[in-house]
């Protein structure tokens, strides 16, 4: 979690009102986008979601994304498609919707008890975030619509998209962190 590192403005409630508003803007704006490829378009909602949680912690992570859902409920088209109203959380992707909550939540809870700013331990919390997604999105779906006989084949059609967003995301990090941290403090962390 690069919380304490990162810093906007000295008063700490000012910091978090500004790295909450950032939050909210990326989601809103980024997050609807989707990139087409073949038969799953890989959508940056899910990297985002869980970002902001890992680099931030779960109170400004959680919030953003609350705010970001709560944003998109009542109209503005800021969810996946650029689409909104508060029937997508009672349709089928409302699984998916309710486990964006539970992911930037556990996943910000994670990161904010890891104690060592590297790579890997920010790859597995972003994968284990995806892997919260994608239970409670596929759990809320099957309940709605009949389970699937190819459900292997519909997953693996996810997971290229999956593997893209989760190294993007580890990349980002990995930026934030250099440009965060002194170089001396970088390269003797580095060796």
């Keep these: 979690m690069l919380n304490a590192t990162l810093r906007i403005f000295e008063s700490n409630n000012l910091d978090a009102l500004a790295k909450f508003l950032i ?28 970002f902001f949680p890992l680099i931030f912690g779960w109170r400004i992570g959680f919030t953003s994304v609350l705010a970001y859902l709560v944003v998109g409920g009542l109209g503005l088209p800021v969810l996946s498609g650029y689409s909104s109203g508060f029937d997508k959380f009672s349709g089928p992707t409302g699984g998916f919707l309710f486990g964006f909550l539970a992911a930037a939540l556990i996943c ?21 975030g995806h ?19 190819d459900w292997q084949a519909v997953v693996g059609q996810l997971l290229p998209g999956l593997a893209i967003k989760c190294a993007a995301g580890v990349l980002l990090f990995q930026l ?16």
């Design 23 to 50: 939050s909210t803007v990326c989601l809103s704006v980024i997050g609807p986008l989707s990139i087409p490829t073949g038969d799953v378009p890989i959508t940056l909602q899910s990297m985002l979601v869980l």
């Design 108 to 128: 910000g809870y994670l990161a904010e008890q890891v104690k060592k700013r590297e790579a890997l331990n920010f790859l597995l919390l972003i994968v284990l």
């Design 131 to 149: 892997i919260i997604i994608l239970l409670m999105g596929f759990g809320w779906l099957w309940t709605v619509r009949p389970f699937p006989e």
């Design 176 to 191: 934030l962190l250099r440009a965060a941290t002194p170089k001396d403090e970088y390269y003797k962390r580095s060796k």
